[in-house]
């Protein structure tokens, strides 16, 4: 009957210090995210707000392109109104800065090739802000038309459909572009017969 050999101290070891690794990165950034953002920028709070208003903005484009009556309130640069009455308020937990982070934070902690990581996390962030603008868009659509049902799509649907999308950007860097080249790659895992 075939079996799986224990695994050698070297690749015990590898894993060991990629874990290890892994860990004091992630520490590290959440230490670098607290002192950082949370006290510093988070206080200051004008990238929280440029960020607001430029999603708010950016839906309101996007509904108008689809032939929507929506705009920025102007008197409130997070307001979008649809046919002149208020919508969504983009506000700061919304603004997508959290989840930039997050994703962000764990494709720089978790090992693999460095040009890689430049070209994935500028593309992932670009996907999750337009993830963030469609989610808005489809928040004011649905407070115009089926107002019952936005509590429930805000807080869960969009909710879950977002950090999935983040979810599947993590697992295809960490299962496909984390991937070394055959030449950097861990020890092999030995199989045998018994």
Same mark, same amino acid.
Request: include cysteine; glycine fraction near 8%.
């Given at each position: 009957?075939?079996?799986?050999?224990?695994?050698?101290?070297?690749?015990?070891?590898?894993?060991? *210090?990629?874990?290890? *690794?892994?860990?004091?990165?992630?520490?590290?950034?959440?230490?670098?995210?607290?002192?950082?953002?949370?006290?510093?920028?988070?206080?200051?709070? *004008?990238?929280?707000?440029?960020?607001?208003?430029?999603?708010?903005?950016?839906?309101?484009?996007?509904?108008?392109?689809?032939?929507?009556?929506?705009?920025?309130? #102007?008197?409130?640069?997070?307001?979008?109104?649809?046919?002149?009455?208020?919508?969504?308020?983009?506000?700061? #937990?919304?603004?997508?800065?959290?989840?930039?982070?997050?994703?962000?934070?764990?494709?720089?902690?978790?090992?693999?090739?460095?040009?890689?990581?430049?070209?994935?996390? #500028?593309?992932?962030?670009?996907?999750?802000?337009?993830?963030?603008?469609?989610?808005?868009?489809?928040?004011?659509?649905?407070?115009?038309?089926?107002?019952?049902?936005?509590?429930?799509?805000?807080?869960?649907?969009?909710?879950?459909?977002?950090?999935?999308?983040?979810?599947?950007?993590?697992?295809?860097?960490?299962?496909?572009?984390?991937?070394?080249? *055959?030449?950097?790659?861990?020890?092999?895992?030995?199989?045998?017969?018994?």
């Amino acid at each position: 009957m075939p079996g799986f050999m224990p695994t050698s101290p070297a690749i015990r070891d590898y894993g060991s *210090r990629q874990l290890l *690794r892994f860990l004091l990165l992630t520490g590290g950034m959440y230490l670098l995210w607290f002192f950082g953002y949370e006290q510093w920028l988070a206080l200051d709070g *004008r990238l929280d707000l440029a960020l607001c208003a430029n999603i708010a903005q950016t839906s309101a484009r996007l509904l108008q392109t689809a032939g929507f009556d929506a705009v920025v309130a #102007p008197n409130n640069a997070y307001l979008l109104l649809m046919s002149g009455h208020p919508s969504v308020i983009v506000g700061i #937990p919304c603004n997508g800065l959290v989840l930039y982070a997050l994703f962000g934070g764990f494709v720089l902690a978790f090992p693999g090739p460095w040009r890689r990581k430049l070209w994935f996390i #500028p593309a992932g962030m670009v996907l999750i802000w337009v993830l963030n603008i469609l989610r808005v868009a489809a928040l004011a659509i649905n407070h115009s038309y089926a107002y019952q049902s936005v509590y429930f799509n805000h807080h869960y649907t969009y909710t879950f459909v977002v950090y999935g999308c983040i979810f599947g950007l993590w697992m295809l860097w960490a299962k496909r572009l984390a991937v070394y080249d *055959r030449q950097h790659s861990a020890p092999s895992t030995t199989f045998a017969g018994a």
